[in-house]
Every structure is written in C-alpha cells, then in structure tokens.
C-alpha cells in the first residue's frame, strides 16, 4: 500500500497558493492536520493511505483560505504608530502560529471522509 506523502502535499497546496513563501510555517500546518488525522482514525501517519492526499489538499487550500494564512503582511492589523518622539502600540490578535495550535483542522467534510478509515480500538 502507497502511504501518504508530505511533500505531495506540500507542492500540490503550493500550486492552488503560488505566494506561499513560509516552507516552515506550511509543514507545520501539514505535520498538525496529518497528527490530527492519525488520532482520529487511529492509524499511524506512516500508514496513512496515499488516497487520502487529494481530500486532505482540498481540506488545507479550504482552510488556509478560510483563514488567510499566508495572505500578504499588509492586511495584519496596525499594532504600532509613531509620529515624532511619540510611539503608540496597540494589542494585535493573534499570530499565525497561535491560530494553527488552537485550531482543530478537521473539518466535519473530511471527518465524514476519515469515517471510511476509522479504525476502532477497544
């Protein structure tokens, strides 16, 4: 059985995002929706099976998108402005890092797809 590989994944998303410059920040996203994956079926990343490669791009391109990962510096809130020998800085949301570790990144589509891989442990 072919298992599934993160560097399919990695440059599939990279196609359906070409402004993706943070390698780093993707194979987190990737590395946390496949751990995700595994828990829930109860499979181990290495067996995952590669014929769950498309629903899992589909899944991270509806998410990233959903969310504006990896959208350009520009649309991130002001969190500072000076003028003279005056500096105001202000509370900003947050990071993009702390959206990932606090967001769950199955969604109710893909669980219903994992439902087929599912494997009960007693």
Not at 53 to 75: G, H
């Amino acid at each position: 059985m072919v298992k599934v590989n993160n560097d399919n994944i990695k440059n599939d998303v990279k196609k359906l995002f070409p402004n993706i410059e943070d390698d780093a920040l993707l194979t987190m996203i990737i590395d946390k929706l496949l751990n995700e994956i595994s828990s829930y079926v109860n499979i181990d990343i290495t067996d995952l099976p590669d014929k769950l490669e498309p629903t899992i791009v589909m899944c991270l391109f509806a998410w990233l998108k959903d969310n504006d990962v990896f959208e350009n510096e520009s649309n991130d809130p002001v969190s500072q402005i000076s003028e003279g020998d005056t500096t105001v800085s202000f509370a900003v949301n947050a990071k993009k890092t702390e959206l990932i570790s606090e967001s769950n990144l199955i969604s109710s589509s893909l669980q219903n797809v994992l439902n087929n891989y599912r494997r009960v442990e007693w």
